[in-house]
């Protein structure tokens, strides 16, 4: 017999097996001295009372083993297959756009400018000791795209674009653990992501996809409303290349492609977008706020069952919305630039989330009239503003990847720090003024924004913690535009926009969603 049943209960009971099936055998009547084996199928904490409940839903079998799912993909050989798909860009979306296509016996072909996994770690490192940014092989460039060294975040509201739990399945059976199935807000760790995506790697070539590391799109030929070839450059050597469909998942970080298709008359559009800063705080600081702790041993105490915390806020301040993004428990700020002379800022977390700090995006959403004085670059405008704010913070962090910051209180006070905490950014950072960073709409939101989180989250707005700039890719500020129905760009009917970098993705998962989308009306396209 199989029961299913929904159960809270406290975040000890949560942890201990022998603890939870009491529950279970309270709730559903069963005699004690019966044996029968439980499993979660979701869980989630809700931590806004002192009391915590973590809210579950299980499986209870009596006599009977738990069916255990068996996933299987329909990937079939395609080494000879005669139709074929092009992808630009290794990051979620292009991985999955190619893992559809060897479902729907497509041969994916992925160029990647960046390089595989394990050589894309050396040019990390380099940017945090040496301050060397490769402009083709960073956080946001490489095997895996930005998905690869992040925190591995999975949730996502985009449930209405794409089959999120079949994403979630292609995960598991490349290595992630099931738990990301069960948890609300799941995620992998940046410790763990990069074999995973070694291992999609390995699915793609061993079905018969093709994948060439180092190799940049840097033109394309165009007759008769289709793309005919791309020209690629494979480490400076240049090679054209004739195609039959074009999958562009180049990500929000590849300029030079929206810079090409602007010079090429191909229809880009300016579309919002949002800065802001990184805030870090001590993780012990944000555990006591969130789940009410009065004491650090109270702290202690709670994370031995319950995971560092997180938090989530937003605000209206004179029209725009302020918020947290991609919040990082037990993080680590990161160095994501993609050329030397910039700072940009983003957050990853180890599978454990067992770093002191807690990092978060906080940006301020911004309209196009927002950057009026850019708007003579047309449909670059956003992207010159972006660019001209990563400058000014490299320029003011002293010309190094260190970055410009401020405690959070004096920023707010308008005053500059006399010395910085201690902080998890590890090419360093220097004191300054960050509303000379942020420049007159940004700043004075932001330190408004922060006004109102601390009266959210007493305690959130001290100088024990930190802003650290900028943050300013957490998406794109051009849209390359596609029709509803067959995801072809207006002008080009085998190209297909895809993912984060095309204003279609903001996310591990939805990037993913919309790989598989642009496979499907790529296969569409091709069987016509
Ligand atoms: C540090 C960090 C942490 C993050 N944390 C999370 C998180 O926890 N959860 C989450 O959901 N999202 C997170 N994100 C965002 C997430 O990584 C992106 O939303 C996602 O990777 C977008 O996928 P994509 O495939 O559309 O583009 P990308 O991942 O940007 O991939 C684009 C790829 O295209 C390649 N490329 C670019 N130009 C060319 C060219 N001309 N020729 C060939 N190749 C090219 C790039 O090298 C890159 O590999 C994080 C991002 C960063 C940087």
Redesign the pocket.
Known sequence: MLKQLQLQVSPATANNEILLKEEVALHLGFNPNISFTIKILKRSIDARNRNIKINLTLVAAINELIPQEDFHFNYTNVLDAKRSCHI?????????AALRCLELGIKPII????KDIKARRRDLAAINKEHVVNP??N??????????????????RSNKRGDIDKILKTLVYHGANEDIRVDAHP??G?NKLPQLIEKIRETILYFGGELRFN????DFTISKDKVRSIL?SELGVEQELPIESLIL??????R??YE?LYKKNILIEAKPFAIGVRAEHPQELIDRIQYHCGSVEAVSEVRSYLPAASYSLVNQVKGHGVYSF?M?PGGII?P?ATQQQEI?T????PSKRNNPYANSGIVVGLELSDYEPFKHFGALAGLEFQKQLEQKAWQMGGKTQSAPAQRLLDFVNGKVSSDLPSCSYQPGLKSVDMQQVLGKLVGPALKEGFKLFGAKMRGYLTNDAVIVGVES?T?TPVRIPRDKETLTHPQLTNLFP?????G?????????M??ERCANACNAMLSK
């Open positions: 630009i860009g290794a990051g979620p979306a292009g991985l999955f160029i990647e400018r960046g083709e092989s956080y946001c460039f490489g095997e895996g795209g930005a998905g690869t060294y992040s925190d591995g975040k999975l949730y996502t995620h992998i940046t190799t940049k799109l840097i690629i998942a180049s990500g929000h970080s590849a030079d492609i090409l991609c990082c990161a994501c940009v983003n957050g990853w977390s890719r998406s895809c993912g984060e970098g095309a279609y993705a903001g996310g591990i998962v939805s990037a993913a919309d790989g």
